[in-house]
C-alpha cells in the first residue's frame, strides 16, 4: 500500500466537529436511508433506460428477423421485401480492412513505444500525450480526415470499402496501441534477459519471446477495437456509405453500405414501416457486438498470464 | 551470421570487448520499420489539422469575421450565411440538456458502486456498464426518434416537434452516464481505505464518508470524467443527426429542433458539395471549430488526471 496523502484537513474537522454523529438520531439515521436511496435510485434509474431501450428495439425488431431479412437487399419502397445483406457483406469488408490496418501498425507501434524507444524519450512522451488526444477527437472529424486524404485529395480512392476501412482503422489505432502496449509491459524483463543472454538480437528475443507471451492481450485489445469500429457511423457518412446499396460489396474497390449506415438509413426514413427493419438491423448489430465482447473477456480470463 | 562470427571478433587469448561486434542491418531495418508504425499515429494527428485547415483557410478568407459576427446559418442557400452562432447554440443547448441528467445519474451511480454495492453487487454491474459504453450511438438515435420523443414526451403531453433537442439531449445524457460512472467510480476506489477508515473512527456515518471524505478526494478524477462527458455530448452526431434535426436555430426552447456542428457536418458531406466549393470548405471550417473544442476539453481533463495521480502513485 502506498502510504495515504494527508487528507484535506477542512473536511475532517466537519466530520469531527459537530459532534452528534455519534448519537446516531432519528434524522440522522433518516438521512443516511434517503441518501443510499438515491444514489441506488440513479444507478436505477440509468440501468433501467437502457433495459427499455434493448426491450423497445426487441419488441419492434424481432418481426423484422426472418431469413429473408439477411439475404435481402434494402429496397426503398417496399418494406417487406427488404434486408441487409449488402450491410452485412459491407460491414465484414470494413472489419477485414481495419484488421488488417491496425494489427500490424497497432503491434509494430506499441513494440516500439515499449522495447526501443527510451521512457524519457520526447519522441515517446510526445506520442503518448498524441494518442491520449487522439482518443478524444470525435469520430466525425475522422471522416473528414478520411474525405480529404482517402477518398478525394491524395488518394482519390472514391467512396470505396478500403477508404471506409481505413478511416475507421485511424479512429481504433490507439485502443490497439494501448491495449499492446499494456501486454507487452506485462511480460517481465526476465524473459527478455534470458533470451538476451542466449545469443538472441533484441528482434529475435521480441518475436520469439515477448510477442507470444502478450499476444492474449493483444487479441483482446484488437477484439474491442473492431466492436468500437463495427459500429461507428459517422465517420462512415461522411466518406460516402450508402444505405440502399442493390448489391453487396465484393472488393476493396467498391462502394458500400454497412449495419450502422443502414439502421441510420432506415430510421431516418419517415415511413414507419422502415422503422422495424431498422430495429431488426440493431439486433443483428448488437448481437455480433456482444459477442465480440464476450470472446474479448473469455480471451482475458482464459489466456491472462500470471509469472 | 554464420560459423566463423565466434572467431571473427575475439581477442587472442581472451575475450572481446563486450558489446556489438558488428552492426546488424536487419535489426537497424526492422527497428526503422517499428518507428514508422508508431510515427503514424502522430501523422494522424497531424494530417487532420491540414485536412482541416487547408480546406478551412479558404473559407475563413472569403467569409472572414462574419463567421462569429452573423448570426444566420444557410451555407447551402443561394445567398449563403455563416454565422456559427446557431450550431454552437444547438451544441451546447442539447449538450447541457445531456450532462444535467448524466452528472446526477453518473455519479450517484458511482458513489453508489463505489461505497455503498457489495463486491458481488459491483462485480456485475461494472462490466455491464463497461459494455454499455460501446452500444453505438446510432442506437440511441433509433431509440430517441422511435421511442422517446413519441411514446413518452409526447405521450406526456409535451408539446414537442418530431425533431427536439430534449429528446436528442435527454437520450444523450443517458448515453453519457456510463462514461461518468465508469471513470469517476475508479477515481473513488483509488482512494486509500486509510482515509475512510479514519473518518469512520472520528464517528463519522457512511454517507458523510462518502461526500465529505471519498469525494473530495477524488475531485480531480470526477472533473476529469464529467469534461470527458461533456467533451462526447459535443462530438456527438448520430443521435442528435437523427432525434434534433437539421434547423439551424438560435432559441433556447427544448421542444424544437436545433442542428449542430455535427449534424451540419453529417449532412453536408453526403456526396452533394463538390470539393473546392464554399459548402464544402464549410465542412471543415465546422470540423475545425469542434477539434479545437474538444481538444481543449481533454487538455483540462487530462490535466485533473495527471494532478489526480500524483497524489495517490
Redesign the interface.
Known sequence: MTPPPPPPAADVAEVVMPGTQFVRDGATRLREIGFAALLLTALGIALLTLLVLMIDVILEGASSLTPEFFTDTPSRIDPSSSGIAPAIWGTIWLMLVCAAFIIPVGVASAIYLEEYANRENRFARFVEVNIQNLAAVPSIVYGVLGLAFLVRGPLELGNVVLAGGLTLGLLVLPVVIVAGREAIRAVPPSIREGSMALGATKWQTIWKQVLPAAVPGIATGTILALSRAIGETAPLIVVGATAFATTASTGLFEQFSALPIQIFGWTADPQEAFQALAAGAIIVLMAILLSMNAIAIWLRNRYEQKW | MGAGTHATGAAPGGLGPLGAKRR?W??EV??A???C??A???L??I??LV??L??SIPFFKEVGTSFFTETEWSPLFADPQFGIWPLLNGTFLITGIAIAVAI??????A???SE?ATPRVRKV?K??LE??V??????????A???VTPQILQALGIHVQVYNALSAGLVMG?MI??TI?SISEDAMRAV?Q??RE??YG???????V????VF??AISGIVAACV?GV?RG?????IV??AAGLQPNLGVDPVDGYATI?TF??SA???DNP?GSIGYES??AC?LI??VL??I???I??RFVRKYRE???
Do not use: C, W
Not at chain 2, 234 to 238: D, N, W
Open positions: 546488424r536487419g535489426e526492422i527497428r520499420l517499428l518507428f508504425a508508431a503514424i499515429s502522430v494522424t494527428t494530417g487532420i485536412a482541416l487547408t480546406e446526477p445519474l453518473g455519479l450517484g451511480s458513489i453508489y458502486l455503498y454491474v462490466p455491464i459494455v454499455l460501446g452500444v453505438p450511438t446510432v442506437v440511441f438515435g433509433y431509440f426518434l422511435t421511442f443517458i452516464v456510463p460512472a486509500p486509510g482515509l479514519g473518518a472520528m464517528g463519522a456515518t457512511k454517507r458523510q462518502a461526500t465529505k471524505v473530495p478526494a470527458l467533451s459535443v462530438g456527438e452526431t448520430m443527426l437523427l455535427t457536418m453529417g458531406a453526403d456526396g470539393a465542412i471543415f470540423g469542434l477539434f474538444t481538444l476539453m481533454n487538455m481533463a487530462i497524489v495517490y502513485e
